[in-house]
């Protein structure tokens, strides 16, 4: 088996989940939110302490962090079933993502460190698999604290309906815009 690599979980991305939701508006359906995040939050950080203490010089230590690797792929699989209420709509399939780049990453990472002829460009692919899935973690904790990602470059198109639309008085007027997230051309490049 091969020697283990440092993989980090910013802990960033889950201390500013643990806080979600304060401040706004309470529901039912909201609250169950908010606590199924701050559980997930809560899991994560859990893991991000064990896998930032696992010494990676000592032989053994990749099984170690593969079984990280796989409570973080079991957590990621929890945060894609939660419900999600419509005001983070878009947190639903950022999860969903999240979750299935995860499962790729996994995978890859156990095929490097358990086959000893895996090529290292399997272990790439395997890190770039693993960020994406916790950039759209972060995208989520970003989206749950009402700010849009740093050095992101989407838009984000509101549907304000808290005001009457002016009309001539026959016709109702049709809002064109939608509650989910716009992105340029540019940003996709960001989530593939």
């Given at each position: 088996?091969?020697?283990?690599?440092?993989?980090?979980?910013?802990?960033f991305?889950?201390?500013?989940?643990?806080?979600?939701g304060?401040?706004?508006?309470?529901?039912?359906?909201?609250?169950?939110?908010?606590?199924?995040?701050?559980?997930?939050?809560?899991?994560?950080?859990?893991?991000?302490?064990?896998?930032?203490?696992?010494d990676?010089?000592?032989?053994?230590?990749?099984n170690?962090?593969l079984?990280?690797?796989?409570?973080i792929?079991?957590?990621l699989?929890?945060?894609?079933?939660?419900?999600?209420?419509?005001?983070?709509?878009?947190?639903?399939?950022?999860?969903?993502?999240?979750?299935?780049?995860?499962?790729?990453?996994?995978?890859l990472?156990?095929?490097?460190y358990?086959?000893?002829?895996?090529?290292?460009a399997?272990?790439?692919?395997?890190?770039?698999?693993?960020?994406?899935?916790?950039?759209?973690?972060?995208?989520?904790?970003?989206?749950?604290?009402?700010?849009l990602?740093?050095?992101?470059?989407?838009?984000?198109?509101?549907?304000n309906?808290?005001?009457?639309?002016?009309?001539?008085?026959?016709?109702?007027?049709?809002?064109?815009y939608?509650?989910?997230?716009?992105?340029?051309?540019?940003?996709?490049?960001?989530?593939?």
């Amino acid at each position: 088996m091969r020697s283990a690599h440092k993989i980090i979980i910013p802990i960033f991305l889950i201390s500013l989940m643990v806080c979600a939701g304060c401040g706004k508006k309470n529901s039912k359906e909201l609250d169950a939110y908010y606590d199924s995040m701050n559980r997930f939050a809560t899991g994560m950080a859990k893991i991000a302490a064990d896998l930032e203490a696992v010494d990676t010089s000592v032989p053994g230590a990749s099984n170690e962090v593969l079984g990280y690797l796989d409570k973080i792929n079991e957590q990621l699989a929890t945060l894609a079933e939660i419900e999600v209420p419509d005001e983070f709509a878009s947190n639903e399939e950022l999860a969903d993502e999240a979750y299935e780049y995860m499962q790729q990453a996994v995978s890859l990472f156990h095929q490097y460190y358990e086959d000893p002829d895996c090529e290292r460009a399997v272990f790439e692919v395997a890190t770039e698999n693993y960020s994406r899935a916790m950039k759209r973690v972060n995208y989520i904790s970003y989206i749950l604290k009402g700010e849009l990602p740093e050095g992101s470059d989407y838009e984000v198109i509101e549907n304000n309906t808290d005001f009457a639309p002016v009309t001539d008085g026959n016709e109702p007027v049709m809002d064109e815009y939608s509650d989910d997230m716009i992105m340029d051309d540019e940003s996709e490049e960001i989530l593939e």
